[in-house]
Nanobody
Framework: QVQLVESGGGLVQAEGSLRLSCAAS????????AAWFRQGPGKEREFVAA????????NYADSVKGRFTISRDGTKNTVYLQMNSLKPEDTAVYYC????????????????????WGQGTQVTVSS
């Protein structure tokens, strides 16, 4: 079992930046592909970004490409999401997830591929 805890959310003005962290315990996080998803008010959960075990392969939703960066630090057992140029439409609860399956760029966006989830952290972007 992997336990995931997100942090770093908060209230920020449009065009501002935040960095989310996802700390894992129970297992070595670098053994698992990981991803960030988000769910805005009245919306379905959507894929944001994913990273392979090694950290060398990443995938992003079109809506965040060029603004968000996912990365991982094996020494800290943590995955990050650096969010720049934030927009009000980025407002959501952001969830970290880890997968028991091998990384697949073509399937990284599927929430069903992920076995472990954090409790979420709220990000609110004001205009």
């Amino acid at each position: 079992q992997v336990q995931l805890v997100e942090s770093g959310g908060g209230l920020v003005q449009a065009e501002g930046s935040l960095r989310l962290s996802c700390a894992a315990s129970g297992r070595t996080f670098s053994n698992y592909p990981a991803a960030w998803f988000r769910q805005g008010p009245g919306k379905e959960r959507e894929f944001v970004a994913a990273v392979s075990r090694s950290g060398l392969t990443t995938n992003y939703a079109d809506s965040v490409k060029g603004r968000f960066t996912i990365s991982r630090d094996g020494t800290k057992n943590t995955v990050y999401l650096q969010m720049n140029s934030l927009k009000p439409e980025d407002t959501a609860v952001y969830y970290c997830a880890a997968s028991e399956s091998a990384y697949s760029s073509s399937r990284a966006y599927l929430h069903t591929r992920y076995d472990y989830w954090g409790q979420g952290t709220q990000v609110t972007v004001s205009s």
